[in-house]
């Protein structure tokens, strides 16, 4: 593995465009806690983490960051760095307990979150599924049911009535990809099944969740800003034979395509459908057409690129990815590379041409220590200003990128890792719930109100 030897780039927050958002990025279950208090129901991911072997480090979300309670500090951090808008993601089990009634205390703390951001100078950016699903609706099937979809639009009608006239952008989904295949193909994520035919008819009714969410935000919020939050990564042949290129256009077309393709109208990748053959999902008349509603933005989470080679007898993709060593890597293992997040911007814009595309999520985990009060993180800093850097050339180009979420505000539970994996510009000492400003964190601050 190398590091990196140049010098970072020098920045200046006058390097981008004036009005441009700039916020970090959390969600409910990775920060919250509080999963037992004020009619929460069990969550698909408070019953995963409960079984034996799911979590690295035998944790959950059951504490988190605490940040149910800890929330105007949180807050205030958010201020303090800076930043003018603030993405979150709302608990779908702290508003439908039962799947049908609306718990009014649910409602209530995110008004209370919503209200303290705009005290704050924060403008709100929730998302309305970040991989919460209520338990209830799991036993049900979960997202491989269609039903999942009528409730999601009805929590997304609730959430939207409330809190519509203050919050005027709106993520209706967190990563599909993760959802949809971490949940049910390689059954890292809950709710841990291992079948892609499961895993492409929850994509689908994800996507066309999203698609019905959409104008149900619109008819709730006055001026409302609404879009997707897809994880991409830059598909990187491991050769130049013709065969690693191949496998790559085809790791391309499930990781990226299988995506971007449906929500811009141009339907499911021909040459995907054709290679996952009996896994394709069940699409109902009028369904496609509803994915591809127009959106106000695309938001992006970018964090690596994927090298692929060709793997015949591993279907279906028949590639597989592959980790050369002389590239630098975070300590999680990611490949770090900057010019991979201007690659994806200006491909959206030249192959899909949203109207604006946000990052919703960038960044790196590495292993943080505490000395002296003093976090150190400088290959975390390095990481964040190369990849301003790399979105600044792409906003140079003519891409219309908005605005910036760093990934995270808060070290956090990191799903199947649990809290071995620290992403945050703040860290948390997860015993006391003291947080402390990492040099990140001072560095983004500083660019920022400097
Ligand atoms: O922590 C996650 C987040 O929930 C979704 N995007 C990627 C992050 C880092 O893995």
Request: hydrophobic content about 35%; glycine content about 8%; aromatic content about 10%.
């Amino acid at each position: 593995m190398t590091s990196k030897t140049s010098p970072d780039p020098q920045l200046v927050r006058s390097d981008f465009p004036s009005g441009f958002r700039w916020g970090t990025s959390t969600s409910s279950y990775q920060i919250e806690g509080a999963a037992q208090e004020d009619g929460r129901v069990e969550s698909i991911w408070d019953r995963f983490c409960a079984q034996p072997g799911t979590i690295r480090d035998g944790s959950s979300g059951l504490v988190a960051c605490d940040h149910y309670h800890r929330w105007p500090q949180d807050l205030d951090l958010a201020r303090e760095l800076g930043t003018n808008a603030y993405r979150f993601s709302i608990a779908w089990p702290r508003l439908f307990g039962d799947g049908t009634t609306v718990n009014a205390k649910g409602l209530d703390f995110y008004e209370r979150l919503v209200d303290g951001m705009l005290e704050r100078g924060l403008e709100p950016w929730p998302t309305l599924y970040h991989w919460d699903l209520p338990q209830a609706l799991q036993e049900q099937g979960g997202w491989v049911n269609r039903g999942t979809v009528h409730a999601f639009t009805d929590f997304v009608d609730a959430v939207t009535r409330r809190l519509g006239d203050r919050v005027r952008n709106w993520i209706t989904h967190n990563e599909p990809w993760c959802t949809a295949m971490h949940g049910n193909w390689d059954g890292m994520h809950a709710p841990g099944n291992k079948d892609l035919r499961i895993a492409l008819q929850v994509c689908h009714h994800v996507l066309l969740s999203h698609g019905l969410a959409v104008p149900i935000v619109r008819a709730n919020v006055k001026d409302a800003h609404v879009g997707i939050a897809l994880s991409l990564h830059p598909i990187r042949s491991a050769s130049d034979k013709a065969e690693d290129i191949a496998a790559t256009y085809r790791h391309d077309g499930l990781r990226n395509r299988w995506f971007l393709d449906p929500l811009f109208g141009k339907g499911y990748p021909e040459d995907v459908l054709a290679l996952v053959g009996d896994a394709a999902p069940g699409i109902e008349a009028g369904e496609m057409e509803a994915i591809a509603v127009p959106t106000d933005f695309m938001g992006l989470n970018y964090y690596f690129p994927e090298k692929i080679a060709d793997a015949p007898d591993n279907p279906p993709l028949h590639g597989k990815v592959v980790h050369p060593q002389d590239v630098e890597r975070t300590a999680f293992g990611w490949e770090v590379a900057p010019d991979g997040l201007s690659q994806l911007l200006r491909r959206i814009d030249r192959e899909y041409g949203p109207r604006e595309i946000h990052v919703t999520e960038n960044g790196s985990s590495y292993d943080d220590v505490v000395d002296n009060g003093e976090v150190r993180d400088v290959q975390r800093r390095s990481y964040l200003i190369r990849h301003l850097d790399a979105m600044r050339e792409a906003i140079a180009d003519g891409v219309p990128v908005k605005g910036y979420f760093a990934w995270s505000l808060l070290d956090n539970f990191e799903w199947a890792e649990g809290y071995t994996r620290r992403f945050g510009l703040t860290y948390v000492d997860f015993d006391t719930q003291q947080r402390i400003l990492k040099d990140s964190g001072k560095w983004y601050r500083d660019f920022l109100v400097k």
